[in-house]
């Protein structure tokens, strides 16, 4: 069965320069979230979109932007990268609308280490 | 505010032996509860999920989860552990919001 598929899987980056990771959800699902999971810690919530609209927001830094397209891919967008956004981040997404209910299918995840 | 306690970080069992991994919620209702299982290198994956009715739950891979209300707990088990079974479990709450909220994890090492 299609996975949630993340790329790129690995990136490195310098301080200062912006990165985008991209999710592709499973097919007919229509709702993403975005994970941020810390070295030893667990993972925190960042944001999601439901029909391409932003559903929810968690902890997530006014220099990451994130949207979902008109085929249900989605994007997360960081600029000004900082050592501490060294993560490994998650996508993840969910059939029918947001909701605790709905069961979350998470992808391989991307890390990311800014050097 | 809602949180998720793990309250064993590190789990070392013998090879066919069982297991219980606990899991501590707070929450002014009965959540949404869920255990998820991570892999070296890999995402997250669904091993079992709670949202009503027995509150004996069956995943996959053998294992098994407890919702007990009056403890506020979503105990992991599992009668017969295999090396396979080493990984890094989390206990996961939704409520009716979009996000998940994850204890801290349960690394599980398993010896032959």
């Known amino acids: 069965a299609a996975g949630v598929i993340q790329s790129p899987r690995h990136l490195i980056k310098e301080k200062r320069e912006t990165a985008t990771l991209k999710c592709y959800p499973i097919?007919?699902?229509?709702?993403v979230y975005w994970y941020q999971q810390g070295p030893g810690q667990d993972p925190q919530f960042l944001i999601s979109f439901y029909e391409k609209m932003q559903s929810d927001k968690g902890s997530i830094p006014d220099r990451f932007s994130a949207q979902q397209f008109s085929d249900y891919h989605s994007e997360l967008n960081m600029s000004s990268l900082e050592l501490g956004d060294s993560a490994l981040y998650f996508c993840?997404?969910?059939?029918?609308?947001?909701?605790?209910?709905?069961?979350?299918?998470f992808g391989a995840g991307t890390r990311l280490s800014v050097l | 505010a809602q949180s998720v306690t793990q309250p064993d970080i590190h789990i070392t069992v013998s090879e066919g032996a069982s297991l219980e991994l606990r899991c501590n919620y707070s929450?002014?209702?009965?959540?949404?509860l869920f255990w998820y299982v991570q892999s070296p290198g890999q995402g997250l994956q669904l091993l079992l999920k709670y949202f009503s009715g027995d509150t004996l739950v069956q995943g996959i891979k053998g294992f098994e989860a407890e919702f007990k209300r009056s403890q506020s707990s979503f105990n992991l088990r599992k009668p017969s552990v295999h090396w396979s079974d080493a990984a890094e479990y989390f206990c996961a709450v939704g409520m009716n919001t979009d996000k998940l909220i994850f204890g801290t994890g349960t690394r599980l090492q398993v010896f032959p």
């Open positions: 993840a997404s969910s059939l029918e609308g947001g909701g605790a209910k709905n069961i979350q299918y």
């Open positions: 929450y002014g209702a009965t959540p949404y």
């Open positions: 097919p007919r699902h229509d709702t």
